[in-house]
């Protein structure tokens, strides 16, 4: 009888307690802060009425609330905007573009017009599968140049285990990686954004190439930057060729931990039998020596029974010693 149906159940409760771990542990730390901010902003409102006696706390709170929504599609409120700052110019709808199809989406802007949602939902519908698909090819190819090749020259140069080769290459790559693509830009980012620092930085880098996309840290947004169509234009090739490279660390790791075989164990249909064929098909890479194949018995060459017992037989006994 399939344990699968156990595992699975298992899986479920430990990912349920991952999310009430993650929410407990959120709600402790993030809890006192906000109480904080209520606070100023309870103080601020007070002293606000208190300098200002013409105007009263009703109008005060629709003036607000009509302006915190105008900013929640991305548009300024404040007077002394630029226009580098309007949002739905080419290259700002380029970055929208790029953010949403590689589902990052920071929120900011978003579709204000009718026209604008609903040309938003086809775009996107073809778009994301056609992005995600485009990337994954592109990181699958950087692998069997950059990875696979060099691995088998490798492999057959050195009498070294090539699962330890793989290990090796995997630490090289990702830390390479994750230096190329997170601390580095991280701190180029904290010289050019002058409201964050080099922890807010890491923290956008890996909230953008893992796709989370919170928003509450968006580039090119500050009023004044120098040159934030080319800045812009930057950033968004940061993130396509970030993806990449995500993409790239996953595959090797589904390599390495070989999450097909654990994967199974929690599908309905894949049975003991099933996995062993599975582990048959794809026997693990010895430690210490090099894989190789075992020859198919069902392959042999067989000799007829009439050889003559003057030539020799490797199919069956030699007549002769009989």
């Not at 900013?71 to 110019?89: C, L, M, P």
């Not at 009718?114 to 996107?124: Q, R, V």
């Not at 056609?130 to 069997?144: D, G, Y």
């Not at 396509?240 to 309905?268: H, P, Q, T, W, Y």
Request: proline share 5%.
């Amino acid at each position: 009888m399939s344990h699968s149906p156990l595992l699975f159940l298992l899986l479920l409760l430990s990912y349920v307690l991952y999310l009430v771990i993650g929410a407990f542990v959120f709600s402790t730390l993030e809890q006192p802060y906000e109480d904080q901010l209520r606070e100023k902003v309870e103080d601020l409102w007070s002293e606000f009425l208190k300098t200002h006696h013409c105007l009263s706390e009703e109008h005060l709170d629709d003036f607000l609330r009509k302006a915190l929504f105008v900013r929640s599609f991305g548009v300024s409120v404040q007077r002394n905007i630029s226009g580098f700052e309007v949002k739905w110019d080419f290259v700002s709808s380029l970055f929208f573009t790029g953010t949403t199809l590689t589902t990052i989406g920071y929120g900011h802007p978003v579709p204000i017009s009718l026209c604008g949602k609903i040309f938003c939902l086809f775009y996107s519908v073809i778009g994301i599968p056609f992005t995600l698909s485009v990337l994954s090819i592109v990181a699958r190819n950087l692998l069997f140049l950059l990875r696979d090749k060099p691995i088998r020259v490798l492999h057959l140069q050195c009498n070294f285990a090539r699962i330890k080769l793989e290990w090796i290459y995997a630490a090289v790559v990702v830390s390479f990686l994750s230096l190329l693509f997170f601390f580095i830009p991280a701190v180029v980012f904290n010289a050019i954004e002058e409201n964050w620092g080099y922890i807010d930085a890491l923290y956008f880098c890996f909230i953008s190439l893992s796709t989370v996309g919170l928003g509450d840290y968006v580039p090119g947004e500050q009023s004044g930057q120098r040159m934030p169509a080319l800045y812009k234009l930057l950033v968004i090739c940061y993130l396509l060729v970030g993806m990449i490279a995500v993409f790239i660390v996953v595959e090797i790791l589904k390599s390495l931990l070989n999450c097909d075989r654990l994967f199974n164990l929690f599908l309905f249909g894949c049975d003991d039998s099933q996995r062993a064929e599975e582990m048959e098909r794809n026997p693990p890479y010895d430690s210490e020596f090099p894989y190789v194949q075992k020859h198919d018995e069902t392959r042999r060459r067989r000799v007829p029974h009439s050889v003559s017992p003057t030539e020799k037989s490797y199919g069956t006994i030699n007549p002769s010693f009989s």
